[in-house]
């Protein structure tokens, strides 16, 4: 078993440029999440899934689009990068939130 | 809303000293209570957990105890070693139809030989 795995494992954007973070996980979990880490605030919730085809807002959804079109898959995209979405982003999925490695996203 | 509060870090210890990391944490109902671990350059891992009052989780040698009267969930260890050094972070879990945690801001752990 891989557990949850996300690619890219690091970018760099300037600003105004989009991407997508993909997170990929082999355990049949429901449940998907994308969280933000950031120096001295911990984690915050980006957006949460809870089953194929459906998802929803968490703390700081703005700026963020998600797509769950498979149960093993959540994307994460920026549409506009702004500096203020510099951080390291982690993909998680489970009751007991199994964690990927993460994306250290910079822009610029 | 829910929230967790642990102590600020960086705590700097000797290798084989008496590690405490405390945590409190505010929530309505009863929260399922977690530590995780993040290590340099990886995701957080599921160190312990307790579900319910008095429980108390344990792993690795680490302890904590779910404590309802002081709303506490302290992180302990014995003897700590130079590999336990990385962030611990407590959080907690009010369900709600989905596993939504609220993370503290996290704890670094500096063991030096």
């Known amino acids: 078993n891989a557990g949850v795995t996300q690619t890219p494992k690091f970018r760099v954007l300037k600003t105004g440029q989009s991407m997508t973070l993909l997170c990929a996980q082999d355990?049949?979990?429901?449940?998907m999440y994308w969280y933000r880490q950031d120096p001295g605030m911990g984690l915050r919730l980006i957006h949460y899934?809870?089953?194929?085809?459906?998802?929803a807002k968490g703390e700081v959804p703005d700026g963020y689009n998600v797509s769950r079109l498979k149960k093993q898959n959540f994307l994460l995209g920026l549409e506009s990068a702004a500096p203020s979405q510099t951080s390291v982003y982690f993909c998680a999925s489970g009751d007991e939130q199994f964690f990927g490695p993460g994306t250290r996203l910079t822009v610029l | 809303g829910n929230s967790v509060t642990q102590m600020e870090g960086p705590v700097t210890l000797s290798e084989e000293a008496f590690l405490t990391i405390n945590c409190t944490y505010t929530?309505?109902?009863?929260?399922?209570l977690f530590w995780y671990v993040q290590y340099p350059g990886e995701g957080l891992q599921l160190l312990l957990k307790?579900?319910?009052?008095?429980d108390k989780g344990s792993n690795k040698g680490f302890e904590a105890t779910y404590r309802k009267e002081t709303t506490s969930f302290h992180l302990e260890k014995g003897s700590v070693q130079v590999s336990d050094s990385a962030v611990y972070f407590c959080?907690?879990?009010?369900?709600?139809?989905?596993?939504?945690?609220?993370f503290g801001t996290g704890t670094k752990l500096q063991v030096i030989p």
């Open positions: 307790a579900t319910k009052a008095d």
């Open positions: 355990m049949n979990h429901e449940y």
């Open positions: 959080a907690l879990s009010a369900g709600g139809g989905y596993q939504k945690v609220t």
């Open positions: 929530a309505t109902g009863y929260p399922s």
């Open positions: 899934s809870v089953g194929e085809g459906t998802t």
